[in-house]
């Protein structure tokens, strides 16, 4: 039985109450998606700059429960830095872990191994990975404006 | 626990199943009786064939069945006649269909009144109407608190008005609109009243002949029915003169080459093989209801709704959002200061408490209150005292554990 602290554990609440890399840049030097999930009314605009293959900033703003929030934060944190392809595979990491799988390589998700236990509580997994499907979406689609991620 | 819910909780194969749940999403659908899954499955197994087709007697048991239905629900609203209760996919899809039945009679300059205590279906077809036919659609004020009164609908209605489209219960503030008095204002400019009865026919004897409204629509599903089939009704003289929106079978009395001509109402707005066993069901929701009363009906989720608001009084970091008028629609609105409702939720979630957070497709109401979203407990007849303590319970909770966020 999964207990709500294992939800709402220090990590997620630090990112919650003081996130990082918040705030858009607004510059054209960034590529800009907005994530939304229309029926919960969850939004989270991102912003990606890429250099050299390499994802030198993200910026994140929006709205959203805490889980959506806090994890818009772990993720900036953990993606900015990586190249294109290491980002790539974190992204499909964290996409597993909340389906309840394990990654072999858990280290490379850092702070964002704390959403483990959210396939204990189903109806949250998608706020979970809202910004990290935008992201995902820039990445590997080049798309830019708003998408909707039900 | 009252002999008689449990009774009520002994009916309903879901509670029977879920001796633990406790179900407080019944604005968003009913739990569903024997009796009406029981009807389902008759059909499907006894004469399960189509309806107002074949010659041969399992078809007319299916049809009379199906016919039997309309005529409940006749004396149901008391409709004056049986051609003004035309089957629905819901109420969603009626007041589509009213609305786009309607467009073409609306002109530049004409107006449309409204409320932003209305629920997307009922509101966005006009605004797609308005739109498109120049027309303006007013909205009447609305207090702070989120309720609308009768003034406020003085003070919109005139000579431009052609239409007044309103909730009779908000799904989210639990408000009962003067719906007689609105419809008695808005026939003095000859303009017509559309309602949205979805929330009102689970808990209110609605009397269409006394409201003397134009049109309303319902789904069956937030009654006791089954999903997928709804109401609407309209007066004759009004449903003579619409067009059908979908021409098929059914629905066609004379096919010429070029030409045909339609059924007259209710059959005309009716094509295609409907949802047969839930418009045979739908009657055993009605006799279910009625075998109750509303009367008393009324009574138990009034006093549940005012038990639990007088323990939940005063709850540091609770805010209630509808306290006056919670108490006839058995509707709690609330949040936690300063949490997104999906947060608190899973507390709720996690003991089994059923209810909804978001904005309950009501988005202007949402916003007039300033959030992005609530919680909504709502009430009904199988809920019980014991139900109300475990929720009372977890608010505390709630309240407790979100304290230092
Ligand atoms: C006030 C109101 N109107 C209309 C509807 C739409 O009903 P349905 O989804 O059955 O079409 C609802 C359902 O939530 C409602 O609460």
């Known amino acids: 039985m999964s207990n709500i602290n294992d939800l709402y554990n220090q990590v997620l609440k630090d990112h919650r109450s003081f996130p990082r890399n918040k705030g858009l840049i607004l510059d054209d030097s960034y590529k800009t998606l907005k994530a939304k999930n229309p029926s919960c009314g969850d939004s989270i605009t991102v912003e990606v700059k890429i250099e050299d293959g390499i994802i030198k900033d993200i910026r994140h703003d929006g709205v959203g429960c805490a889980i959506c929030c806090s994890s818009a934060s772990v993720m900036s944190e953990v993606l900015k830095g990586k190249t294109i392809k290491e980002a790539n595979e974190i992204i499909h990491d964290f996409y597993e872990l909340i389906k309840g799988n394990m990654p072999e390589n858990e280290d490379r998700l850092e702070d964002a191994i704390v959403y483990v236990n959210i396939h204990n509580f189903p109806p949250r997994a998608k706020c979970a990975t809202l910004a990290w499907r935008g992201v995902d979406t820039i990445l590997n689609t080049n798309k830019e404006g708003e998408e909707n991620y039900e | ?405």
């Open chain 2, 1 to 405: 626990m009252n002999k008689e819910i449990l009774n009520i909780r002994n009916d309903f194969p879901v509670l029977r199943n879920n001796p633990n749940v406790v179900y407080l999403d019944s604005a968003a659908t009913s739990l569903k009786p024997d009796c009406v899954i029981n009807k389902i499955n008759e059909y499907y197994t006894q004469y399960g064939v189509n309806v107002n087709r074949g010659v041969y007697k399992l078809s007319y048991t299916a049809t009379e069945e199906y016919e039997e239905t309309r005529q409940i629900v006749k004396e149901f609203l008391n409709a004056k006649e049986i051609e003004e209760i035309v089957y629905t996919k819901g109420a969603s899809n009626g007041l589509n269909m009213l609305a786009l039945s309607l467009r073409e009679t609306l002109k530049e300059g004409d107006e449309v009144v409204s409320t932003i205590l209305e629920h997307h279906s009922s509101i966005l077809p006009w605004q797609e109407n308005c739109k498109i036919k120049n027309a303006k659609l007013v909205y009447t004020d609305i207090d702070k608190d989120g309720s609308v009164d009768l003034e406020s609908f003085k003070k919109v209605i005139n000579e431009k008005t052609r239409y007044v489209v309103v909730t009779y219960v908000s799904n989210v503030m639990g408000q009962i609109l003067p719906i007689k008095e609105i419809v008695h204002i808005a026939h003095q400019y000859n303009a017509l009243v559309i309602v949205d009865a979805a929330q009102a026919v689970p808990h209110l004897k609605v009397d269409v002949q006394d409201l003397d409204c134009d049109f309303l629509c319902f789904s069956a599903h937030k009654m006791l029915g089954p999903t997928g089939f709804g109401i609407l009704y309209g007066k004759k003289k009004y449903l003579n003169k619409l067009k059908p929106l979908e021409y098929g079978g059914d629905m066609i009395d004379e096919v010429e080459l070029y030409d045909n001509t339609t059924k007259d109402t209710p059959y005309k707005f009716e094509t295609g093989t409907p949802p047969i066993s839930e418009a045979i069901a739908f009657k055993e929701a009605i006799k279910y209801l009625n075998n109750i009363g509303f009367e008393k009906i009324e009574k138990h989720v009034e006093e549940l709704t005012k038990y639990t608001l007088d323990k939940l009084d005063n709850l540091e970091g609770l805010t209630i959002y509808n306290k006056k008028s919670a108490l006839k629609s058995g509707i709690i609105t609330f949040n936690i200061r300063g949490v997104h409702p999906h947060d608190v939720s899973t507390i709720f979630d996690e003991r089994d408490i059923c209810l909804r957070a978001g904005h309950h497709c009501a988005q202007l109401i949402t916003k007039h209150l300033g959030v992005v979203g609530t919680l909504r407990a709502s009430i009904y007849i199988y809920n019980t005292y014991e139900d109300m303590d475990k929720f009372i319970d977890a608010v505390k909770v709630a309240c407790d554990y979100f304290k230092d966020w």
